[in-house]
């Protein structure tokens, strides 16, 4: 089983930056793909990025390209997604996920098995 705690979410101006952190435990990782997946009042859930832990490609949506980044600390369990330049639009409530499978994979099929808790993130204009 794998457990997932994420945190690092908060209030921002636009043009800010927040850092998420999600920890990861339970069981070894390799074959398996972490993500950050969005959900806002009245949107569709959104995959804004993932990592596979195996070799650390990644997936990133489009919506976010060139403003966050994911990264994966092997010896922490950590999965990392770096936001700069927020805008308005980024608010919602940011989930920690891991699924069997790449990035890739991760993005295509947009799901996940296993699931964080959840941390808001709130962007003012």
């Given at each position: ?75 922490k ?44 993130v709130?962007?003012?204009?």
């Amino acid at each position: 089983q794998v457990q997932l705690v994420d945190s690092g979410g908060g209030s921002v101006q636009a043009g800010g930056s927040l850092r998420l952190s999600c920890v990861v435990s339970g069981r070894t990782l390799g074959g398996y793909a972490v993500g950050w997946f969005r959900q806002a009042p009245v949107k569709p859930q959104e995959l804004v990025a993932a990592i596979t832990w195996s070799d650390d490609s990644t997936f990133t949506a489009d919506s976010v390209k060139g403003r966050f980044t994911i990264s994966r600390d092997n010896a922490k369990n950590t999965v990392y997604l770096q936001m700069n330049n927020l805008k308005p639009e980024d608010t919602a409530k940011y989930y920690c996920a891991a699924r069997w499978g790449n990035a890739q994979a991760m993005g295509a099929l947009a799901n996940a098995e296993h699931w964080g808790q959840g941390t808001q993130v709130t962007v003012s204009s």
